[in-house]
């Protein structure tokens, strides 16, 4: 599977942003999802997962109450609905994709993602 991320930009303290991630191919369904970021000099870390229905999710604890993750299987896409930005979320999100066990696994460790795509950058100023 392809992905391909967008939606990142540039947004003050306090001001949302909606990511995409858009799959090629025909089996998007089988797939969990997960978002990561990765700012400069730390290691890439978890946002927020999903799985292959949309039916359970996780989220890491620093963006719990401000981030969802959602997806429609109808359109291949995994979104990130962002809201109360701080200047601690800059850093460039990517989105990953791996084959799931059972419609309601989602993973929490990168190294369970076998997809990964090019990466979106978000700068919150403050």
């Known amino acids: 599977v392809q992905l391909q991320a967008s939606g990142g930009g540039l947004v003050q303290a306090g001001g949302s942003l909606r990511l995409s991630c858009a799959a090629s191919?025909?089996?998007?369904?089988?797939?969990?999802m997960g978002w990561f970021r990765q700012a400069p000099g730390k290691e890439r870390d978890l946002v927020a997962a999903?799985?292959?229905?949309?039916?359970?999710?996780g989220y890491a604890d620093s963006v719990k109450g401000r981030f969802t993750i959602s997806r429609d299987n109808a359109k291949n896409t995994v979104y990130l609905q962002m809201n109360s930005l701080i200047p601690e979320d800059t850093a460039v999100y990517y989105c990953a994709a791996r084959g799931a066990v059972n419609s309601l696994a989602y993973y929490n460790d990168r190294k369970d993602y076998n997809y990964w795509g090019q990466g979106t950058q978000v700068t919150v100023s403050s």
């Open positions: 191919g025909r089996t998007f369904g089988s797939y969990a």
């Open positions: 999903v799985s292959s229905s949309g039916g359970s999710a």
